[in-house]
């Protein structure tokens, strides 16, 4: 059994109740259920449809995602989250770079390094390079004044540890920034890349080993083993070529406002929707989140 949940921004809900009824109606699917009026539906199919990513992409123009994922086990005991453009809105180092006078040659690698075109660590190295010198007072002034949290993160994270899951951020960003949105969001536990400082300035460098994208598969590995879960109870969201490993690993791998090279290979797209969406995803109504 499947089940296909369609969703749109909850700022702006305008999911038609025609169009949700035409789409069950054309792929024999059960009664709709409203998760969120105007904003989250699903329904029931016995199969997944041969058209589905064409009917996907009709959807995406109107604004509207849509998932079909089996039906059995899509609640998930763990949530593994990227940090940068996935629970913030920005990508830190980017941040400190436009601090540090150097915004623009740092956001091109990194934009070039999300999408899969350059190799991670190397050009992790690269940026962290240009950041030598930079104060380390800079990064609390980073933290207050230009990193904000991805809209529906809190009732992601307060929804899914209510009904017992853990959450694990894993970031190839910096241990200065994943700690404090761990703290505010509610994550069990996080780990990321540690920039280093001499004589109260950034050195250039990173500790050493740099975790990457083969790091967040082995959290996935390492945190499912010790808390007795299997690979399949786990839903991973990230948005960078760094996190498909993880994604693929996942039982379900959320490609979450993702570039599209990432995006191609993930069957969880979610591009309209925001961090809520995963709720919906594993069947909880808007009725049931906490933390709004």
């Keep these: 059994m499947f089940t296909a949940t369609l969703l749109t921004n909850p700022t702006l809900p305008s999911l038609d109740g025609a169009l949700v009824e035409n789409l069950r109606n054309a792929w024999g699917g059960d009664t709709v259920h409203w998760l969120a009026v105007e904003e989250a539906a699903e329904f ?64 091109d690698i990194t934009a070039r390094a999300m999408n899969g075109e350059l190799d991670f660590e190397g050009a992790l190295t690269e940026r962290v390079g ?3 010198g930079l104060d380390q007072g800079v990064i609390a002034k980073v933290l207050a004044e230009r990193i904000t949290f991805m809209p529906g993160g809190k009732a992601l994270l307060a929804t899914m540890k209510a009904e017992g899951a853990y959450a694990a951020l894993v970031s190839g960003g910096f241990t200065a920034f994943t700690a404090k949105v761990a703290s505010e969001l509610g994550f069990d536990e996080n780990r990321a890349n540690t920039l280093l400082v001499a004589d109260d300035k950034l050195t250039g460098d ?8 083969e790091a967040k598969v082995q959290a996935l590995k ?13 839903m991973a969201v990230g948005d960078g070529a760094n996190d498909l490993g993880m994604l693929g690993l996942a039982g379900a791998g959320v490609a979450l406002h993702a570039k599209p090279s990432v995006a191609a290979e993930c069957d969880i797209r979610i591009n309209h929707g925001d961090l809520t969406a995963l709720l919906y995803i594993q069947g909880y109504a808007k009725s049931e989140f906490t933390g709004l």
Excluded at 206 to 213: C, E, K, M, T
Excluded at 224 to 232: K, P, Q
């Design 130 to 132: 240009l950041l030598k």
């Design 222 to 234: 390492e945190i499912t083993e010790r808390l007795e879960l299997a690979h399949e109870d786990v």
């Design 206 to 213: 990173v500790g050493r080993p740099i975790l990457g994208r």
């Design 44 to 107: 029931s199919l016995p199969a997944k449809p041969d058209n589905l990513w064409e009917v996907w992409a009709d959807l995406q123009k109107l604004g509207v995602d849509l998932v079909v994922q089996s039906t059995e086990g899509r609640r998930k005991k763990m949530l593994l989250a990227d940090m940068d453009s996935t629970m913030i809105e920005q990508e830190c180092i980017d941040e400190l770079a436009d601090e540090a006078g150097v915004g623009d040659r740092v956001k």
